[in-house]
């Protein structure tokens, strides 16, 4: 191979994209993650950085006794936004566990906390 050849092959390779460019992050959710609310919120919204299979992604609350509540996800809005409606939460400290199907088929999931306030 000459190095012209070997260059090229070398920028090429550099040029296409890793394979985890299109895994999805979360990039904001409501309630933000370490927010305290003023009082139960009334839906649970997720955005990430690009489209997520809704059929296939699943959503749950956690109380502070490690109890988890699934939530049912709305079919309806952006591709690349969960949204589920929540129920009455109490006072005290919550996690939203989230698992999505990333528009390259990978999954990814994470969670965060929020409070609820008084």
Do not use: Y
């Not at 309806?76 to 109490?90: F, N, Q």
């Not at 528009?103 to 008084?118: K, L």
């Amino acid at each position: 191979m000459t190095p012209a050849l070997a260059l090229l092959a070398g920028a090429l390779l550099l040029a296409l994209p890793g394979p985890a460019a299109a895994h999805s992050l979360l990039l904001e959710s409501s309630p933000a993650a370490g927010a305290v609310t003023k009082g139960s919120p009334a839906v649970i919204t997720l955005v990430f950085n690009n489209r997520v299979e809704k059929r296939l992604c699943r959503l749950r609350l956690i109380d502070s006794q490690g109890r988890a509540r699934p939530l049912a996800i709305s079919a309806d809005g952006p591709a690349d936004r969960l949204e589920a409606r929540a129920p009455a939460l109490s006072p005290g400290p919550w996690q939203v566990a989230w698992v999505v199907m990333s528009a390259d088929g990978h999954v990814v999931s994470g969670t965060f906390a929020f409070r609820v306030g008084p």
